[in-house]
């Protein structure tokens, strides 16, 4: 099943296919290099059919090194039209030897985001890479006639300091026959802004909006949402109330943040947001050799915004609305808008039937107090829970379709806050953030549901020590996880089911240096970390791997089996 759209037996060929292409994870890629301090991940590469590509270079080697637009244009692979198997974006970046913050990069195409990340610090002495890879099959529509598109990687130059960024992007368009077929893919991919680049989210500008004309034979609809914290919230999940920012130096609005969507202002869907952390983030060595989960590469989370078809197909302007609740000083957003359009008809009808979805509405117990010497401690606990259901039909030339989204969605935050009488500042965290979602499509007598389970367990120790010299040493440990399990059903039959799981541990000890008014970053002690990528679906696939890193450098790539069969 794919976009909630009845396709078993496509869909269980496209999951064959898949599993027969799992042996090939099994090898260890050759970037990998123990005893370096060269970018490591254990992220699968994109499963690709086994046809043979086209390959087309949107720009090669590209040079960054100020903050203009790097534009390029895209004409369709003449030797493999499509409709394609799989289309596949990968980049490819070095960074020279030097000292600087890490940057946001991005590739735009018809003002379309496909890709959207930040790139590693770079190493003192040497050279590093990395690869990155999304599959964006779903956005063919885009690729079908000549484009023009975009990278963008503002990178302050300051010689002797920082160093040029390099950066070659393709896409890879592999064509479909018997064995690899292609799937339906959206008919339009809509860019939110609709002139391109992202809208930085705050207390001043709160919401991103465009506002469409749409078919008037949408039966389907989907939103991409990125939303990459920035400036005083780039790391939110460690703001506290206001009562508590300005004892503690540290960032406001509690540490609840949570995409809103709307259409034309009423409740549409939400989306919670990533903890992601950067390579430069509260301490750069965490992130020798391996980065954080998604931090090369983030993964957009998608909005079904389907019970809203008829709505959308009614002939009227509507408005898409993205805002972050909490945010205040920034949120870099932007979206894409995918529409399936019935190819029967020119005009469907319908109707929202229920939609309860309301507005956050956070709870924050604080049990934190200070002495009147500063010292003190205690707890801050912040959640919040959404439990809704959005339902509506379209009327189509193959009959009533009518799709229910249910949503239950949960935020628990418990913040421990201790300052000691030895000017110790403490801030020990563990964080949860699930979604349990079933959506139910019924198509005149078959009834298909899909549910996923997302969860972003997330915790961080902090520790940080004032000394009488200024000097700041810190220990840090962080443990992120990302996990999605998925099963697709046909009425009571189950049609395929996978789970992945990726975590990333690590910690390390530093010093923040005072000299001449300013930080720099002492020396590492113990810095150790472990990635493990896991993935399991219910015909065999099977991926495992974890690598190791310890003093800044890689120790071990180890590939393991995947246990027992996949059981429903």
Known sequence: MKHGIVCPAQCLLAALLATTLSPAWAQSPSQYQTGSSVVATADPPVARPHTKPCVVTLLDNQAFADFNNKPFTFTPPANCPGPWARVVFTGDFSIQAGVQYDRTAEVFFDNVDLYFGTTAEPLQNQTDNWHVERDVTDYSALFTAPQTGFASLGNLIEPGLNSVIFGTFKLEFYPANFANPAQRTADAVLPIPQNGGTVGISTGNPQLTATFNFPTNVEAAYLDVYAESQYYEEQWFLCVPNTLAPELGDCQNTDFREVEVSIDGTPAGVAPVYPWIYTGGIDPYLWIPIPGLQTLEFKPYRVDLTPFAAELSNGQPHTIGLSVYNAYNYFSADAALLLFQDHGRSTVTGAVTQNNLTAPNPTVTNTVSFNASGVGSGNVITSNTHDFTISGYVNTSHGRVTTTVHQDVNFTNNTY????????????????????????????????????????????????????????????????????????????????????????????????????????????????SQQTYTYRDSFGGCYNRTITAANLALTGVENRGCGPRWQW
Do not use: C, M, W
Request: proline fraction near 5%; aromatic fraction near 8%.
């Open 417 to 528: 806050i201790a300052l000691t009488a030895s000017n110790q500042e403490i801030q020990n965290e563990v964080q949860s953030s699930t979604v349990h979602a079933r959506t139910t499509t019924q198509d005149g007598p078959v009834v298909s549901t899909k549910e996923t389970d997302v969860s972003y367990p997330f915790s961080i120790q902090l520790s940080d020590t004032f000394l009488a010299s200024g000097d700041v040493p810190q220990v840090t440990s962080v443990d992120q996880q990302y996990r999605v399990n998925e099963l697709d059903a046909v009425g009571p039959f189950p049609i395929f089911g996978s789970s992945t799981s990726n975590e990333v541990k690590t910690t390390d000890s530093t010093e923040f240096v005072l000299s001449n008014g300013g930080y720099y970053l002492g020396p590492s002690t113990g810095q150790s």
